[in-house]
């Protein structure tokens, strides 16, 4: 595993495809596997590998809150992708690497020359960023609406539950399911936009309509 050598353009390039999908090396929030792999690099990667540059410039901000990551630093060999090989500070003397802080530390300049660079950089990214459309989080919620009994007109109640409109949010197929005892409960599917509709939101919603709706419960949850 590895990224191939990340102070090398080819390095960086293997990492921008890995961050395609991705938002952290590891998992799904900033751990040490960020932090390791953040310090192996030279210089903030070029605008044009703005998945690498928005995910620096992402864990660059955790400059205070580093050591406090979840997580273990490993060796690089441990991340990226598994049929490529860490070859990062293979033709460079270790005490060169010991030497490159790139969070910074408050007895040290930064040279202007690597000030100049991360502007111009940061400056190029911003300007591509500002020209892409923002990419929306989305997730697709599998919900559980369950009656009070058997006598719940369950038309209604789907009724009520469509009767839910609000920006981000899209209701999608739906089907009863047999609980038991006569029982059935309401399945139905919906795509959220993440920033606009969250699942605390949808039940307060939903069971509003406490003549219908006993409980909700989240049945399955996948990002988009």
């Not at 630093?73 to 460079?92: H, I, M, N, R, S």
Request: net charge negative; charged share 30%; glycine share 6%.
């Amino acid at each position: 595993m590895g990224f191939g050598d990340l102070k090398s353009a080819a390095g960086l390039q293997v990492l921008n495809d890995f961050l395609a999908d991705r938002s952290y090396i590891e998992g799904y929030v900033p751990s040490q596997a960020d932090i390791a792999v953040f310090e192996a690099i030279a210089a903030p990667p070029p605008a044009d590998l703005f998945h690498a540059l928005r995910w620096y410039n992402h864990i660059k901000s955790y400059e205070k809150q580093k050591a406090s990551l979840p997580g273990v630093k490993k060796a690089l060999g441990k991340y990226g992708p598994a049929d490529v090989e860490d070859t990062t500070g293979a033709a460079t003397d270790s005490k060169d690497d010991d030497d490159i802080d790139l969070f910074g530390s408050d007895d040290e300049e930064e040279s202007e020359e690597a000030k100049k660079l991360r502007e111009e950089r940061l400056a190029q990214y911003e300007s591509k960023k500002s020209k892409k459309p923002a990419v929306v989080a989305k997730s697709s919620i599998l919900l559980d609406v369950k009656p009070w009994d058997d006598e719940t007109d369950m038309a209604k109640l789907e009724e009520c539950v469509r009767s839910i409109q609000v920006d981000g949010l899209v209701w999608g197929s739906s089907k009863l399911v047999p609980v038991g005892y006569g029982i059935k409960k309401l399945q139905i599917q919906c795509v959220v936009e993440d920033d606009k509709v969250g699942t605390d939101m949808l039940e307060e919603r939903i069971t509003a309509f406490e003549d219908y709706v006993q409980s909700m419960d989240v049945a399955a949850f996948n990002k988009i």
